[in-house]
Nanobody, 117 residues
Framework: QVQLVESGGGLVQPGGSLRLSCAFSGDSFAFYLMGWHRRIPGNSRELVARITPGASTDLADSVKARFSISRDNSKSTVYLQMNSLGPEDTAVYYC???????????WGQGTQVTVSS
């Protein structure tokens, strides 16, 4: 059974940076598209970034110039590097894993990111 454990969230001042990590276990990481969504208070969940097994990336327009996503297949971990953070980035960030073979999704428990002075 796939398990995802997120880390790296917290409180940061506007203009600051954070790196979120998502550790994957329970299956072969190489078969999974990985990504991050976020839920902003009062809004629905939105896609932030995703990365294919071949490391092709896709980022939301709102973060494309500031965030990047990467994966370390040797560590079965995906990262979300967030720079130039603003209050609008305050949200719970969720890691997800999409099995390319079965189309099954697994979600992490979420990590809170708060951007405030």
């Amino acid at each position: 059974q796939v398990q995802l454990v997120e880390s790296g969230g917290g409180l940061v001042q506007p203009g600051g940076s954070l790196r979120l990590s998502c550790a994957f276990s329970g299956d072969s990481f190489a078969f999974y598209l990985m990504g991050w969504h976020r839920r902003i208070p009062g809004n629905s969940r939105e896609l932030v970034a995703r990365i294919t097994p071949g490391a092709s990336t896709d980022l939301a327009d709102s973060v494309k110039a500031r965030f990047s996503i990467s994966r370390d297949n040797s560590k079965s971990t995906v990262y979300l590097q967030m720079n130039s953070l603003g209050p609008e980035d305050t949200a719970v960030y969720y890691c997800y894993a999409y099995d390319m073979r079965t189309r099954q999704e697994t979600w992490g428990q979420g990590t809170q990111v708060t951007v405030s002075s």
